[in-house]
């Protein structure tokens, strides 16, 4: 096999590219790496991020496949963002990834996928690694589990699988709809929004399918709707549990067919729409009960992505807190303040509202702190006191509960607090600012 790159030497090259194929190693942080095979020949290339590679049988290609098979400019790569993404540049005879025939629209790539152009097989062999923290449309990801998620998403959102989103409300739902849309081959296409709980029964055919003039009471103008407006682009259907079992059987036609009609229209539509619904309901149990659909469940659930609550990666709290308090202060004109004091109260907290909560309560703590550091003091009543909690008479078993717990972790570990944070699988800093409420010393 040769090696070769339009930058760099092929002897560092080859290092990175060992590198990059070692278990547990990284390529370089913005560059990915292509092998292209045609017949016994072998080269390998690199794509820095923002540049493109044009493969093509014509001499200004950047990657030149001299076979009939392949026109002139056949197949553009391009890096973005730390992904990968192919476009067929209107070639005579087409190029394949996988079994899948690429169109003009670009098509995100992973690492092992094979592009086929004429006589050339193209292997993504190497792909930038993710940072500790990645930081995509204003989210944190620094949980593993979430982590693993967001690569998923990036798997999902070049195929036009229906995708479930599960998770409690607030915990972040809506972000990996917009990125299954946006890392997608239709993120040139609308993105559409639909919140199934927020639409009154009565108008939710209408909202859903659009209507004629005329079709009823106060119908004085042509109206499209969601799923027409999503043409060519992504529906993203919000608290889909909450849909009424009518509305369900229309849905479950449209999905299957990509064909609507307008209420009191007599012409069907055709359609062409991803769908990426959420809930924080348990279908499987409304399947049972009959209050959902069993069909529909089962067409739009062709994958399902659970969000783990906030309270379940601890390790994003005080991350997006940062985050968080640096954007709202830059809408107010102000330098993001230092949060280290207000760290022990946010990292206690259980957050039941999830990230939504967590920035509604950054956002009032920078208000009052001005530009000054957040303190404590500067939260919601409700992180510093529990006061949103359950009721006293159970809140004082948990209390009791939590404070046998650290008495029992402090009288194994000796006292040392340390190792009684280990014991416990809490940090130092939460482990005393707990200590300071419950009044142990």
């Known amino acids: 096999m040769t090696v070769g790159s339009p930058k760099g030497s092929s002897g560092e090259l080859t290092t990175q590219i060992d590198v990059a194929t070692s278990p547990g190693s990284a390529p370089h942080e913005d560059r990915a790496y292509v092998m292209v095979r045609i017949g016994d020949d072998a080269d390998v290339h690199a794509i820095d991020g923002g540049a493109k590679l044009i493969l093509g049988r014509g001499d200004d290609a950047d990657i030149v496949v001299d076979d009939t098979r392949a026109s002139r400019r056949h197949l553009e790569l391009s890096l973005r963002e730390g992904r990968l993404f192919a476009k067929d540049l209107g070639s005579r005879n087409g190029t394949r990834v996988g079994s899948v025939v690429l169109k003009s629209e670009e098509r995100p790539v992973v690492r092992g996928e094979e592009i086929v152009v004429g006589p050339a097989h193209v292997t993504v062999i190497a792909l930038p690694s993710p940072a500790a923290t990645v930081r995509l449309l204003d989210v944190v990801v620094r949980n593993p589990k979430m982590k693993a998620i967001f690569e998923l998403v990036d798997r999902l959102a070049g195929v036009p699988t229906p995708v479930l989103v599960r998770g409690e409300t607030g915990a972040g739902k809506e972000i990996l709809a917009e990125l299954l849309h946006r890392r997608g081959p239709r993120s040139a296409g609308p993105l559409v929004r639909l919140n199934c709980a927020a639409v009154p029964e009565s108008l939710l055919e209408s909202e859903l399918f659009g209507h004629e003039r005329g079709a009823f009471t106060g119908a004085t103008e042509k109206k499209r709707g969601f799923l027409e407006l999503a043409d060519r682009g992504t529906l993203f259907l919000d608290e889909v549990g909450d849909l009424p079992l009518a509305m369900q059987a229309k849905l479950l036609r449209a999905l299957e067919t990509q064909r609507i009609q307008r209420v009191g229209g007599r012409e069907e539509l055709a359609v062409d729409v991803r769908f990426v619904c959420a809930t924080h309901r348990d279908l499987e149990k409304m399947v049972e009960s009959g209050a959902f659909r069993g069909d529909l469940y089962y067409r739009i659930a062709g994958f399902v992505l659970e969000v783990p609550p906030l309270r379940e990666r601890r390790d994003e709290i005080v991350p997006l807190a940062e985050a968080f308090a640096a954007r709202f202060a830059a809408k107010l004109n102000q330098p993001a303040p230092a949060i280290e004091h207000a760290r022990d109260a946010l990292e206690a907290y259980s957050w039941p509202g ?33 006061e949103a909690g359950p009721p006293s008479s159970m809140q004082d078993h948990v209390d009791s509960a939590e404070r046998a717990a650290i008495e029992r972790a402090l009288a194994a570990a000796g006292g040392h607090r340390q190792k009684a944070a280990e014991i416990l699988g809490v940090s130092k800093r939460t482990l005393q600012y707990r200590l300071a409420k419950m009044g142990i010393k």
């Open 354 to 386: 999830n990230v939504r909560e967590l920035k509604n309560a950054v956002e009032h703590a920078v208000v009052l702190a001005g530009a000054s550091p957040l303190e404590p003091e500067h939260l919601p009543r409700a992180v510093i006191a529990a």
